[in-house]
């Protein structure tokens, strides 16, 4: 089956500007969750929806946002991007939700703000 | 989620096993213990998971203490596509994972 799949693999934007990041799940997952990895900081949690509701919302500000659509795909939203945003954005899908059968993780979205 | 404690780096010799140690003594009763390992800017890709008896799938081994506050992980014919980091994470029914540092398994020919 299909795995997750994140678009778009790169993406290059300019301090203050805004931008969506999609992510589609393993096919009958309902779990997603979002991640950022920078060198600095390691993988930190973003957030996390369940049947498009937000469930748990990691340490990071407003301008951070998600939704999750009824087919389970979640897009996450960064606006008046900072330098430091710039990172891998990784998304994960599980069944349940619950974890226990393992997270499945894209491939993310590396995105570079100048 | 309990913290975990990891060696940054290790290396291992190809073909040889691979035994990644992981400390985590304020585990409680309904954490699991999962491992994940990330090839360089890739995903992280699921390895095993336990909760208190030793686990056994195609990837890997995993070892867990009676008392719980330690596992290992064992790669048992490490090959050169084994290099990566490897986190250990202690997870419960909640749906963040909290990712530490990591080990850097460097396997050499």
């Known amino acids: 089956k299909a795995g997750v799949t994140q678009t778009p693999r790169y993406l290059i934007k300019t301090r203050g500007q805004q931008v969506t990041l999609s992510c589609s799940p393993i096919?009958?997952?309902?779990?997603v969750s979002w991640y950022q990895q920078t060198p600095g900081q390691g993988l930190q949690f973003l957030f996390e929806?369940?049947?498009?509701?937000?469930?748990n919302k990691g340490n990071f500000p407003g301008r951070f946002s998600g939704r999750q659509f009824s087919n389970s795909r979640s897009e996450m939203n960064v606006s008046t991007l900072e330098l430091g945003d710039s990172a891998l954005y990784l998304c994960?899908?599980?069944?349940?939700?619950?974890?226990?059968?393992?997270?499945?993780f894209g491939s993310g979205t590396r995105l570079t703000v100048v | 989620d309990a913290k975990t404690t990891q060696p940054p780096s290790m290396d291992c010799a190809e073909g040889r096993a691979a035994n990644l140690p992981c400390n985590h003594s304020?585990?409680?009763?309904?954490?699991?213990v999962y491992w994940y390992r990330q090839i360089h800017s890739q995903g992280p890709q699921y390895i095993i998971h336990?909760?208190?008896n030793n686990e056994t799938n195609e990837m890997a081994s995993l070892i867990i203490t009676e008392d719980r506050k330690s596992s290992t992980l064992i790669l048992p014919h490490a090959t050169l596509r084994d290099t990566a980091v490897y986190y250990c994470?202690?997870?419960?029914?909640?749906?963040?994972?909290?990712f530490g540092g990591g080990t850097r398994l460097m396997v050499k020919p």
């Open positions: 994960a899908s599980s069944e349940t939700g619950t974890g226990f059968s393992g997270y499945t």
């Open positions: 096919s009958g997952h309902r779990s």
């Open positions: 929806y369940f049947s498009e509701t937000q469930r």
């Open positions: 304020t585990i409680s009763g309904n954490e699991y």
């Open positions: 336990g909760l208190k």
């Open positions: 994470i202690v997870h419960n029914a909640g749906n963040m994972l909290t």
